[in-house]
């Protein structure tokens, strides 16, 4: 009991001493890691600048004007005067009908007309007659007025017989159908030897103008609302661009012409009419399109780029931003839309705010970073200086990791000298144990 004592101290510090060296480890890597720079991260200072706001609208084209060629007599049709698809004239001949009718009818007309003019000639010779043998009172008075009423009566012929000639003429006129304007002529309805009717329902063919075209999208009243108790409207001179089903920007751009005063009660929506010059013909009827409309400028407008803004959990845009003392902090924005790789934000950054763009994974607010300005260069450029950032904070960490590792091999060494001492000091107390035996 006496011997046994000593050893069991003995071992009891040497326990003890491994426990201290394992608590001053953590305490040691701790002091090294706070001495580890600033993380590097790449801001955008924001400016403020004067912003045109644009909407993308789908629409179709439309030809400014449309006609139907409908027979305004009946006939059957001798010829067709135009070639289809192909440009007409207002007044050019399109289809000719069969006029033999027509031309007797006008015929007809001429011999009324002669009949009358030679009835009006009588009438005016027997009242002239009448006025002479009354005035010497050879005739009564009722024969002096039924004289002036017959040559009334056959002036008022004379005019129904003009009348049924210029009919006439009309209707031979109107054999041969003309354009009613000047534009493309479709596909042909009707053949050589079809009979048409006046007025009929279907058309012969369509004339339309295709220069220039119209293309008439539509914006909900809610837009228009907004846009109007914000003090911003779109200009009637605003150039308006166009891009076609192929993805390809039409080369000419156009202007607004017009706008519905009327709100659709069903849909919601107001029609805007703008126009388009087609001089070579690329736009046709029917085509889907997009038009990028101006709606209206903002004054002194806050760009945040894209990459530089996220979103919570609730899905409101956020932006980490680093303060004057380098430290970050993150703000809540009002976003108003998008434009081009930026955000409009109208509250939550100023202009000289520094947004945080790349290295959002490696900081939290509060943290103090290393701001770099992101310098306007070639993507491939910044992707090409990537690999030299890294070897240059791999010293760096390097050096930060050196001290933890020179503590656990110094821990090491200890666990293995301990035991080596426990065994020098526990041999003479087994031989002395064994002696006292």
Not at 308 to 320: I, L, N, W
């Given at each position: 009991m006496h011997i046994e004592t000593p050893c069991k101290l003995r071992?009891?510090?040497?326990?003890?001493?491994?426990?201290?060296?394992?608590?001053?480890?953590?305490?040691?890597?701790?002091?090294?890691?706070?001495?580890?720079?600033?993380?590097?991260?790449t801001v955008v200072t924001l400016g403020a600048q004067d912003v045109t706001l644009t909407a993308t609208l789908p629409g179709r084209v439309a030809a400014s004007a449309v006609a139907e060629v409908r027979p305004q007599?009946?006939?059957?049709?001798?010829?067709?005067?135009?070639?289809?698809?192909?440009?007409?004239?207002q007044g050019d001949p399109l289809y000719r009908l069969d006029a033999a009718s027509y031309e007797a009818q006008k015929a007809a007309a001429e011999a009324s007309l002669a009949q009358a003019n030679a009835t009006l000639r009588s009438a005016e010779r027997e009242s002239a007659?009448?006025?002479?043998?009354r005035e010497r009172n050879v005739t009564?008075?009722?024969?002096?007025?039924?004289?002036l009423a017959a040559h009334d009566v056959a002036k008022a012929a004379v005019k129904v017989a003009e009348a049924n000639l210029l009919a006439a003429e009309i209707d031979l006129e109107r054999a041969t159908i003309r354009a009613p304007l000047s534009g493309?002529?479709?596909?042909?309805?009707?053949?050589?030897?079809?009979?048409?009717?006046?007025?009929?329902?279907?058309?012969?063919?369509?004339?339309?103008?295709?220069?220039?075209?119209?293309?008439?999208?539509?914006?909900?009243a809610a837009e228009l609302l907004r846009w109007r108790r914000s003090g911003q409207s779109a200009p009637d001179d605003a150039v308006v661009s166009l891009t076609l089903a192929d993805g390809t920007t039409y080369e000419h751009t156009g202007r607004l012409a017009a706008a519905e005063p009327h709100v659709n009660e069903q849909t919601g929506v107001v029609v805007l009419r703008l126009e388009f010059p087609n001089t070579e013909?690329?736009?046709?009827?029917?085509?889907?399109?997009?038009?990028?409309?101006?709606?209206?400028?903002?004054s002194d407008a806050v760009l945040a780029p894209q990459e530089?803004?996220?979103?919570?959990?609730?899905?409101?845009?956020?932006?980490?931003v680093v303060t004057a003392d380098n430290t970050v902090e993150t703000r809540e924005l009002t976003v108003q839309r998008d434009l081009g790789v930026n955000w409009v934000v109208t509250d939550g950054l100023a202009p000289g705010d520094r947004v945080i763009v790349?290295?959002?994974?490696?900081?939290?607010?509060?943290?103090?970073?290393?701001?770099?300005?992101?310098?306007?260069?070639a993507p491939q450029e910044r992707q090409a200086e990537a690999p030299q950032e890294r070897e240059a904070e791999a010293p760096q960490e390097r050096q930060a990791e050196a001290p933890q590792e020179q503590g656990a091999q110094a821990a090491q060494e200890q666990g293995a000298q301990a035991p080596q001492g426990q065994q020098a000091e526990d041999a003479p107390a087994d031989t002395t144990e064994t002696a006292s035996e």
């Open positions: 071992r009891l510090l040497a326990v003890a001493g491994l426990a201290l060296t394992a608590l001053a480890l953590p305490a040691s890597a701790q002091q090294e890691g706070a001495e580890r720079p600033p993380q590097p991260v007599v009946s006939g059957i049709i001798i010829e067709r005067l135009f070639q289809e698809g192909a440009e007409v004239s007659r009448q006025q002479e043998l009564s008075q009722q024969t002096f007025d039924d004289a493309v002529a479709g596909l042909s309805e009707a053949t050589q030897g079809a009979l048409v009717t006046a007025g009929q329902t279907k058309a012969l063919t369509t004339i339309r103008q295709l220069d220039p075209v119209n293309v008439d999208v539509t914006q909900s013909q690329f736009l046709l009827p029917g085509m889907y399109v997009q038009v990028e409309m101006p709606q209206g400028k903002v530089g803004v996220t979103r919570d959990r609730r899905g409101r845009p956020m932006a980490m790349e290295g959002l994974q490696k900081v939290s607010p509060g943290m103090t970073v290393a701001p770099q300005e992101r310098q306007a260069e």
